[in-house]
C-alpha cells in the first residue's frame, strides 16, 4: 500500500531569544526553547552568556563577547522573518547596549523583556551599571516586559507593585507584568499595566515548590502568544495558565528546584488524568 504523504502546513512562526546558557536546562535559552517548541513556535537564538548551575544555584558565568551575541542574533533576523524577540539574561551594561542597538535596527518586532536580575538561588546575574542601562537604553524599546516583584521594585526603586507597574510604563515599557508568588500570600496576584494604569489582575493559586526558570517559561510562552497573533491580553493570560499548568506537573531531578514540565500536555494519554503518573 503506498503510503500518504502528511498535508503541506505553513511555517512555524520565529521567536529569537536573546539570553545565557543554563547546562541544566531548567531556564535560560533551554528553557525558552522548550516552551516555544510546546505552543508551536519555532525558537532561534543569541547566547549572551556561558552560566555554571544546577537545580540549586548559579555557581558563576562567562559572559559572552556582546559583538558575537549580535552577530548571533543577525544572522538570524537577516535570514528569516521573526514575529517576537525575547530577551533575557543580559549581564552587563555592554551587553544592554548592543542589544539596544539591535532593537533599534529591527524597530517593528516586538519585545518581551523579562528582566533577569538574580537567579532563584539567589546569586546576582547583574553587572555594575545594568539597572540604569536597562532603564535608559533598553526600556524604550520594550512592548512588555515580565518582571518578578522583587525585580519589578530593584529596577524602579518604589515600595510597592502597583508604583512600580506605573514606573516601568512611565520609563519605556508599553507594557508590564509583574508576576506574583515571591510572598507568602496563599493567592498569587499578576498585575497587567499600559499607560501607568493597572489595566487587569490575574490571580492563581500558590503552588508548594519552589521552581527552576519559571520566569523563563513565563516571558518565552508570553512570547509565543504574540508570535501566534493573539492581542496582549490574550498572550498575558494564555502564558500565565500555562507556566501554572507547567509548575503543577513539575518534576525533581536534582537536589534544589523543581523543574517546570513543558510538556504535560504530551504525557497525558500514558498518564493518569492529571498528567502524573
Known amino acids: ?54 537545580s540549586v544555584n548559579v555557581r558563576g558565568y562567562t559572559p559572552v563577547d556582546p559583538q558575537d551575541t549580535v552577530a548571533q542574533a543577525r544572522a538570524v533576523l537577516e535570514d528569516m522573518s521573526v514575529q517576537v524577540i525575547k530577551i533575557g539574561m543580559l549581564g552587563s551594561a555592554a551587553m544592554v547596549a548592543a542589544v539596544s542597538a539591535l532593537l533599534a535596527d529591527h524597530s517593528q518586532i516586538p519585545v518581551v523583556l523579562d528582566p533577569v536580575l538574580a537567579a532563584g538561588g539567589g546569586m546576582a546575574l547583574a553587572g555594575d551599571g545594568l539597572r540604569e542601562a536597562l532603564v535608559t537604553r533598553l526600556l524604550p524599546r520594550v512592548t512588555v516586559m515580565t518582571p518578578n516583584g522583587p525585580e519589578a521594585l530593584a529596577l524602579s526603586g518604589t515600595g510597592d507593585l502597583p508604583a512600580a507597574g506605573v514606573w516601568l510604563n512611565r520609563h519605556g515599557a508599553e507594557w508590564a507584568l509583574i508576576s506574583g508568588g515571591h510572598g507568602e ?52 493570560a494564555r502564558a500565565l495558565d500555562f507556566t501554572h499548568a507547567c509548575l ?30
Open 1 to 54: 500500500m503506498e503510503s500518504r504523504r502528511p498535508e503541506a502546513v505553513g511555517p512555524l512562526p520565529v521567536v529569537l531569544t536573546i539570553a545565557g546558557s543554563d547546562p541544566s536546562a531548567g531556564a535560560g535559552l533551554q528553557a525558552d526553547l522548550l516552551t516555544l517548541a510546546s505552543l508551536g513556535v519555532h525558537g532561534c537564538t543569541a547566547v549572551t552568556a556561558l552560566t555554571v548551575q544546577d
Open 185 to 236: 500570600e496563599p493567592e498569587l496576584e499578576n498585575l497587567l499595566f499600559r499607560g501607568e494604569v493597572l489595566r487587569r489582575t490575574f490571580r492563581q493559586a500558590r503552588l508548594p515548590h519552589s521552581y527552576h526558570g519559571s520566569g523563563c517559561t513565563l516571558a518565552a510562552a508570553l512570547a509565543a502568544g504574540l508570535a501566534h497573533g493573539l492581542t496582549m491580553e490574550e498572550a498575558v
Open 248 to 277: 503543577v506537573h513539575a518534576y525533581p531531578l536534582g537536589k534544589g528546584q523543581y523543574f517546570p514540565d513543558r510538556f504535560f500536555w504530551a504525557r497525558r494519554h500514558r498518564e493518569g488524568p492529571d498528567g502524573r503518573r
